[in-house]
């Protein structure tokens, strides 16, 4: 199975990653001095760290083929104001690049990540998990989804999105203390957002996100609440329900990453 994660940048994407990877039952993982490992062929690759802000860092890659597309970077830009129609991204800039052309600008897609991806075996698991922001700068350049699960199962064979969504005020407000002030000393989201306009766009914005990922997204796709990424037993049943996993080094990964979050809003 090909998996793809979904999220905002500060909504724990890499991090769930890391905990689902560790345990696929088909594959050999360690985690040493807050870093875990994954076996390749002929050695071990380090691919997260959890560094001492308590932040997740992408340091090598599980996969080769499905970490391709972060050479690319299909991330997202958030311009500040309630424009959702005009945000600048990545996807509209390569979409222009295209000259608005959607099918040159798909296969230019992958034949870039293809071009940029180095060479060297694949880890070996047949669970093929990926992760980024994709579906956000493909929403906010066509309005919709259409031409992301062109993309994603199309050209890179993805069975099963995983949206990270948020929905409510609390978890857009650990995203944006996640994203924006990673662990600063600071206890109440008011202390976050440098004004209240940009806190309530914010907001909308997520919202906007999240509706538009129930209206589009497919029967066999999963949707996780980002607050659950800081439930640890919920979290924990969840990704043991959904994937072919075992509880190898769930408690490990994820004590190292909680005990460093200095600011968790909704406990």
Not at 115 to 126: D, G, R
Not at 192 to 201: C, F, G, L, Q, R
């Amino acid at each position: 199975m090909r998996y793809h994660i979904g999220y905002y940048s500060g909504a724990a994407g890499d991090f769930l990653r890391a905990l689902i990877v560790s345990g696929l039952k088909d594959t050999k993982t360690k985690f040493q001095d807050n870093k875990l490992y994954v076996r390749f062929p002929d050695w071990w690759e380090p691919v997260i760290e959890v560094c001492d802000n308590g932040k997740i860092q992408a340091i090598g890659l599980m996969d080769v083929d499905a970490d391709r597309y972060r050479f690319i970077k299909l991330g997202h830009h958030i311009k500040r104001g309630n424009q959702i129609d005009s945000h600048l991204n990545q996807v509209g800039q390569y979409l222009k690049q295209c000259d608005n052309d959607v099918e040159k600008f798909q296969h230019f897609l992958f034949d870039y990540a293809e071009k940029l991806a180095p060479e060297y075996s694949n880890c070996a698991s047949n669970t093929s998990i990926s992760v980024g922001h994709e579906h956000i700068g493909f929403l906010h350049t066509f309005k919709g989804l259409k031409e992301f699960y062109t993309h994603i199962k199309d050209f890179r064979n993805i069975d099963v999105v995983v949206y990270i969504n948020i929905n409510d005020k609390n978890e857009a407000d650990q995203r944006w203390v996640n994203n924006d002030k990673k662990n600063d000393n600071i206890i109440t989201s008011m202390a976050v957002y440098p004004d209240k306009a940009t806190e309530e766009e914010h907001f909308s914005d997520h919202l906007d996100i999240s509706k538009a990922v129930e209206k589009y997204k497919t029967p066999q796709d999963l949707i996780l609440p980002f607050k659950y990424i800081y439930k640890k037993e919920y979290l924990r049943k969840w990704i043991e329900n959904n994937f072919d996993w075992r509880d190898w080094l769930f408690d490990e990964i994820y004590d190292a990453w909680y005990n460093k979050q200095t600011v968790i809003i909704d406990k």
